[in-house]
């Protein structure tokens, strides 16, 4: 009996040990069954993205301009409260306006690129069917071999241009560099407006998008308030769960990084700008505006916002001057993003870079171009949301930037 009991006691090898791995056990479940969790989470995020993406957008957006409504109401009587609604939902119509305006504008200056205007860019654009009757399905190559007729327009342009041969030259790459720039630059703006026309085609679902975001907004603003006391009446008796609270830091992180992501963007567009125009570069306002619209995906926007510009300046212009231009932007973005950007954000956003890195390429492998422009709001939400349910909180200090449960605690307080 001494040695089944010496055997059996807590301080002994054998059961103990057995006792102690038994113990770790459910730790390792949970964890694997988090992860599984969050893959199906992910795939059903994923098959549901046109009712996703909306209803998050909405939720966003609202949080964006409820300060405004909730201004209005405090300046009015009671009876007139739903003015506060209005003004919140006049101010989302008018920046919706303001940006469609610069779209506008910047595709009247990509329009105003081509010398002979829309009808050119349409002759740029890949034709149905193979060029001057040729059945090959092949096209000519830059410069033909001697001995082969080139297409009719080609050869009347040579004629035209003072009789210049192409004997003996043979090979892909005949003809001078100024030949190969010009089709070159021909073939970029053609993408360009290939582009073009399929953003057009999708007009339709854009504006359809956005008529059922701007309603999902309305209908937020108007039942918040009953929402809210919903929450709380769920929540009665478990303080612990302070989603009220929750909602209401989200509200103000949100709110932070958006101002934060458009005065950033405004500056870098700015200086941007004044130094492509610095050096003679064309399309001035249009990559400003691609600035500031990319500036709000992390990281990956400021890369494409800087390599877009420089690549109509080496067609435009030279490789020198594109060599100029990407060291001038290069060090722009160093300033911006690596000191200003920091300064300014500060404990307000409390989000590890490496994460917003990790979840830009997760949402936009979900929700594609609407998830990268979401990552931010919805990391920043979901890391205020887990500090303040317990069961949570260990998953929210992964996600932010601090190292203990005090700095989450202070990062996810209400300021």
Known sequence: MARRGEFT???????????????ASPNIRTILLVLIAL??????????????????????IALAVMP??????RKLPRKLGWLGTTAAMALLVAVVAVFFGALWLGAQQVVAQFPGGTEQAAELLPQSGPP????????????????????????????????????????????????????FSDTIIGVLASVAGTVLNSAVAIVSALVVIFFL??????????????????????????????????????RAYLLIRAVLGLVTAALYGLWLWFFGAGLIFVWALLTLLLNFIPT???????????????????????????????????V????????????????????????????????????????????????????????LRPWALLLSDRTDMEGLEDATSPK
């Open 9 to 23: 006691g807590p301080g002994a090898g054998g059961d103990g040990g057995r006792q102690s791995v038994a113990g």
């Open 39 to 60: 893959v199906l989470a992910g795939w059903a995020l994923r098959a549901m993205a046109s009712v996703a993406v909306p209803v998050v957008a909405s939720i966003l």
């Open 68 to 73: 405004v409504r909730d201004w209005v109401r």
């Open 132 to 183: 001057n009757g040729d059945t090959t399905g092949q096209a000519m190559p830059l410069g033909l071999p001697s001995g082969v007729a080139e297409p009719a327009d080609d050869a009347g342009a040579s004629s035209a241009g003072g009789g210049a041969s192409d004997e003996g030259s043979g090979g892909l790459l005949s003809g001078s560099a100024g030949d190969l720039a010009t089709r």
């Open 217 to 254: 907004v309305l209908l937020t603003l108007i039942e918040s308030g009953d929402w809210r006391r919903k929450i709380a009446a769920i929540t009665n008796g478990r303080d612990e769960w302070r989603l009220t609270e929750s909602a209401e830091v989200i509200a103000q992180k949100v």
């Open 300 to 334: 990956v926007g400021s890369i494409i916002a800087g390599l877009l510009p420089v690549m109509y300046v080496f067609v435009t212009q030279d490789f020198g001057t594109s060599v100029a231009v990407g060291l001038g932007l290069l060090a722009i973005e160093q």
């Open 336 to 391: 911006m993003g690596n000191y200003v950007d920091p300064k300014v954000s500060g404990n307000r956003i409390a989000v590890s870079p490496l994460v917003i890195l990790v979840a830009l390429l997760f949402w936009a492998w979900i929700w594609g171009i609407p998830g990268a422009l979401l990552a931010g709001p919805v990391t920043v939400s979901l890391i205020v949301l887990g500090a303040h349910v317990p069961v």
